[in-house]
Each structure stands twice: as structure tokens, then as C-alpha cells.
């Protein structure tokens, strides 16, 4: 469908080996390791220490919802794109970039 090469296809499910960079206004990025467990339909779990951010697409655009330990500290929706292994987001309202980029699929079954 459309949809699919406007915002990209994600990757194959399963729990990855990741690196999350954040950019805040015109500083530059922040990156550092994260996982990310990303599920049949593309929504993901990306967790940073006890911080996890709970991403699930809602139509053209994606869902996320942010938690220290259970509790939600912030959410809201945000334009996004899949690229290969790459998913990027933006928060407009805070002036923050988000990308994430996927590396080694842990635990594949053979």
C-alpha cells in the first residue's frame, strides 16, 4: 500500500541490539545503546536503563508513550519513518529528534 512507502516498512520482528540518538533544538545529537524489541506490526519497545519508550503506530503517524520504571512520564504522537533499520520521530512541540537505529536481532530461533 501507500502508506507503507510514505513511512517505511519496519523490520523483522524481534528483540535488537540498538543505538538511540536524540537531538534537542540545534544541539548536537545524544546517542548511546539501547534495545529495542519491535513487534509484528511495527510497534517497538525501546529501553534506555529503567526509561522504556512504548512506540505504536496510529495511522500516518506514531504513538509514544514514555515510562520511568511503570510510570508514564510523557506521551503524545509525532510523525515518523521507517528506513531499512532506521526509525526516526520528532516531538514538534519540545524541538527533539529521535532516531533509532537497529543492529543485531538477539536470539533468532532457527
Given at each position: 500500500p501507500a502508506i507503507d512507502l510514505l513511512?517505511?516498512?519496519p523490520p523483522a520482528p524481534g528483540l535488537y541490539d540498538a543505538v538511540m540518538c536524540v537531538t534537542v533544538g540545534a544541539a548536537p545529537a545524544n546517542c548511546g545503546p539501547v534495545t529495542a524489541d519491535v513487534g509484528p506490526d511495527g510497534q517497538a519497545l525501546v529501553r534506555i536503563s529503567d526509561i522504556a519508550y512504548r512506540l505504536e503506530i496510529y495511522g500516518d503517524k506514531l504513538g509514544i508513550t514514555l515510562f520511568h520504571g511503570?510510570?508514564?512520564?510523557?506521551?503524545?504522537?509525532?510523525?515518523?519513518?521507517w528506513s531499512g533499520q532506521t526509525l526516526q520521530f520528532e516531538d514538534t512541540?519540545?524541538?527533539?529528534?529521535?532516531?533509532?537505529?537497529?543492529?543485531?536481532?538477539?536470539?533468532?530461533?532457527?
Open positions: 513511512r517505511g516498512l511503570t510510570m508514564q512520564i510523557d506521551g503524545y504522537f509525532a510523525p515518523y519513518r512541540e519540545k524541538a527533539t529528534r529521535h532516531e533509532v537505529k537497529l543492529g543485531t536481532r538477539r536470539f533468532d530461533t532457527p
